[in-house]
């Protein structure tokens, strides 16, 4: 299921879309590329209201930030499981959420990095942390589709399975 399509079925409200100028400006000024999934989102709707009982909003096309810019400061910050280093966390774009932002979810959009297109999510209050990383903005968008009712969704060590068990 598309982000879009995922949003639409649960009657979220869509703000207006964006243009393909904005995008190119947002992603020239950061030296960043949105994986197509989240473009194609992005130029259908602007994001979204909340939506479900677990209140997940598609950030406003506004609002996208990296998450060095909403948790590189923490000093309490922990890495990403099962990464030898944290990622660059300046190479990552928040733009989804659920609980406002317990957690938030972000995509790496540097396609220099061998990273680029895997969504991660950062969590926590007193300690935050990453988890993930689902592998692809389009296994992200599958995951989502079919866990949509819960919290936080499955990281790599069941989203893999899952995906490959359930073709959508």
């Not at 959420?97 to 317990?102: F, H, M, Q, T, Y």
Request: a negative charge.
């Amino acid at each position: 299921m598309k982000l879009l399509e995922f949003a639409m079925a649960h009657d979220a409200e869509l703000l207006p879309p964006v243009r393909e100028e904005q995008i190119a400006r947002f992603e020239a000024e950061r030296g960043l590329k949105l994986p197509p999934g989240l473009r194609e989102f992005y130029l259908s709707a602007g994001g979204t209201g909340d939506f479900t009982e677990w209140s997940w909003r598609i950030w406003p096309f506004d609002e996208l930030a990296t998450i060095e810019s909403r948790a590189g400061s923490n000093p309490d910050f922990e890495c990403l499981t099962g990464y030898d280093t944290c990622p660059v966390l300046a190479d990552y774009v928040a733009f989804i959420d659920v609980l406002i932002e317990a957690p938030l979810y972000a995509v790496c959009a540097k396609p220099s990095n061998p990273a680029f297109g895997e969504v991660i999510s950062l969590a926590g209050d007193s300690k935050p942390f990453l988890a993930g990383p689902i592998k692809t903005f389009d296994e992200f968008q599958v995951i989502l589709g079919r866990h949509w009712d819960e919290i936080v969704l499955p990281d790599t060590a069941t989203s893999e399975q899952f995906v490959d068990d359930n073709p959508s």
